[in-house]
């Protein structure tokens, strides 16, 4: 039986060291659950999927077709949240402005998108 030499230890140490803080960062920013209520109000033609982001990740929250409004509810961990709108057929991606989450409580934010591809979109707790 053939044992990993110390190189081989040390060379999978320096690899996973920088991960583990990274993963530990970002942890430091999370805030617990908070259950997150989305009222979507599309008032474009073009359909949109809506993705929940910190500014750094996203994540997909749903599709909402062109001229409906829909609800969503999902789950965040962070102490802020901004929505981002692709719409279908175009490589346009809108960002809102940020809005506050408060940890432990049931969040409600409202997104109305614009008529115009490039905005306007109104972000806000309801």
Partial sequence: MHH?????????FLVLLPACAS???SED???????VTLAVDNRNFSDA???ASDGQHR???????????REFTFNWYQQDILMEIDFTGTNRTLR???QIVVPGEVDDFLLVIGVSPNGPITFSGR
């Fill in 49 to 51: 999927s809506i993705y």
């Fill in 96 to 98: 809102s402005a940020r």
């Fill in 4 to 12: 990993p030499s110390w190189r081989t230890i040390l060379t999978i």
């Fill in 23 to 25: 993963v530990r960062n």
């Fill in 29 to 35: 920013s999370l805030i617990g659950l908070s259950e």
């Fill in 59 to 69: 994540t997909r929250v749903g599709r909402v077709t062109g001229k409906t409004r």
